[in-house]
């Protein structure tokens, strides 16, 4: 009895096991099926624009081979080639009458650029002729002309003043990241400028709870602002809460994240670089667009250097090109309060817990003439997917990978275009800061990844 006890409890075992593989397996059969539908609508968006490229094409051709036709008949034209035939029969190729009147004409260009001073200097490096017996002494004083287009050499120095900003933080377990991301604000930020807005939507992790009552109880003149959820409401209406509580900007920053040196000022910089920015997102290691050195990759700090040392080396190597995209990422994202006054806020109803709600936020501000730019002197380390792991009910699993699903749908619907203009901002806009960073990383000298904080891919 004892034997056959442990049998169906092995039996009992093995059928669990099975039924979490079978989910597992009909996730990512979805999951596939839905990339396969997302494949097939660019497809057919690519034919339609393809055959509109070709009807352009074909539009251009007509049109030069008119204006080729026009110009070809044009007076203008017609003395161009006759003045040709005439200086070909008097002074043909290759002759002596033709390297004189070729000398002659770049005289004449060179006088009217530089003067008779560089007709000098250039017969004198061709033929090595000194002119300093030609230089005639005089009494009179030269004054020296003054030349407005020089620039000075007084330094520039580019007035920045800064703003207060709301850091808004959702908190759902993962302690270890959250403490490790609350000590890099604590060594990177000013909170007496700046507000902490730390929300917990409900952790199951009794730590967090407790580390987040600690933290209100020593802020020690720290601006912080903690707050507990009475129940789990999810990353949108967390996230709504926190930006409804500050009255300035607001940077949305998530609790598994490391921040880096001067962080919110160079972001501040990047929001108010350009007009009609509404975000401004950080460089940063994760699978997204804005990863480096490689987008859309895990990417491991690089050259052997830690996340301080690869984040001071980006800032140093920057151009403050501020790329733009087409929508920021919400691991860490700056966001305008004038922008959020007029196109409110995420909307908790379409995206439900979370998941793309950041995206479809940004595109409504980009059709109505607001850029999102990437603050390319900045980086800051996101380990990801922190909140989505610490579940562990198989079933609650599976109702969160379909509603990331649902929610990509619905993004779909509501931007079909987005897919289209990641790729062209990826070819046209970042492709030149991805290749500018590689390039002064390989001169570095050889790359070796660093152990430090690495994370396999999930």
């Not at 079978?22 to 839905?34: N, S």
């Not at 880096?260 to 940063?284: C, E, F, G, H």
Request: net charge positive; glycine share 4%.
């Amino acid at each position: 009895m004892y034997e056959k006890q442990q049998i169906e409890a092995e039996l009992i075992k093995i059928e669990s096991n099975s039924s979490l593989e079978r989910m597992e397996l009909e996730t990512r059969r979805k999951w596939f099926e839905a990339e396969k539908q997302q494949v097939m609508f660019e497809k057919q968006q690519t034919d339609a624009e393809k055959q509109q490229i070709e009807a352009e094409r074909d539009r251009l051709l007509h049109e030069l081979m008119g204006f080729q036709k026009e110009l070809s008949n044009s007076l203008s034209w017609t003395l161009i080639r006759r003045y040709r035939r005439f200086k070909d029969r008097i002074a043909p190729l290759r002759s002596r009458r033709r390297v004189f009147y070729e000398m002659l004409l770049k005289s004449i260009k060179v006088f009217h650029q530089e003067g008779m001073k560089g007709i000098f200097s250039r017969t004198k490096r061709k033929l090595r002729f000194h002119p300093a017996y030609l230089q005639v002494s005089s009494r009179l004083k030269k004054v020296k002309p003054v030349n407005f287009q020089v620039e000075s050499t007084v330094p520039v120095t580019h007035c920045f003043t800064k703003k207060p900003v709301g850091i808004v933080m959702p908190v759902y377990n993962g302690y270890e990241y959250l403490k490790q991301c609350v000590e890099s604000i604590f060594r990177c930020t000013d909170l007496t400028t700046h507000t902490l807005i730390m929300i917990d939507d409900k952790s199951t992790d009794q730590r967090v709870t407790e580390y987040l009552h600690k933290l209100h109880e020593e802020r020690n003149g720290r601006k912080m602002r903690i707050l507990f959820n009475d129940a789990n409401t999810g990353f949108v209406k967390t996230v709504n809460k926190g930006m409804k509580l500050s009255p300035e900007d607001v940077v949305i920053l998530n609790s598994d994240t490391l921040v880096t040196k001067n962080w919110m000022d160079k972001l501040q910089r990047a929001a108010y670089a350009k007009p009609r920015v509404a975000t401004a997102t950080p460089l940063s290691n994760y699978m997204t667009i804005n990863g480096v050195p490689k987008p859309f990759q895990y990417n491991p700090v690089p050259g052997g250097m830690d996340i301080d040392t690869f984040a001071a080396f980006l800032e140093s190597v920057s151009l403050r090109y501020y790329p733009e995209i087409p929508a920021g990422v919400g691991f860490c994202m700056y966001i305008k309060q004038d922008v959020l006054r007029q196109f409110g806020y995420f909307d908790d109803t379409k995206f439900e817990k979370g998941y793309a709600e950041e995206t479809d936020f940004c595109m409504r501000t980009l059709k109505k003439g607001f850029v999102h730019v990437i603050d390319d002197a900045t980086y800051i380390y996101h380990v990801g997917g922190v909140s989505f792991e610490s579940v562990q009910d198989p079933e609650l699993l599976k109702e969160k990978n379909i509603m990331i699903e649902r929610n990509l749908e619905t993004l779909r619907t509501l931007h079909p275009e987005y897919s289209l203009l990641v790729e062209k901002a990826l070819r046209d806009k970042l492709a030149p800061v991805h290749n500018y960073i590689n390039l002064r990383l390989a001169l570095l000298g050889e790359n070796i990844e660093s152990a430090l904080c690495y994370r396999p891919k999930t």
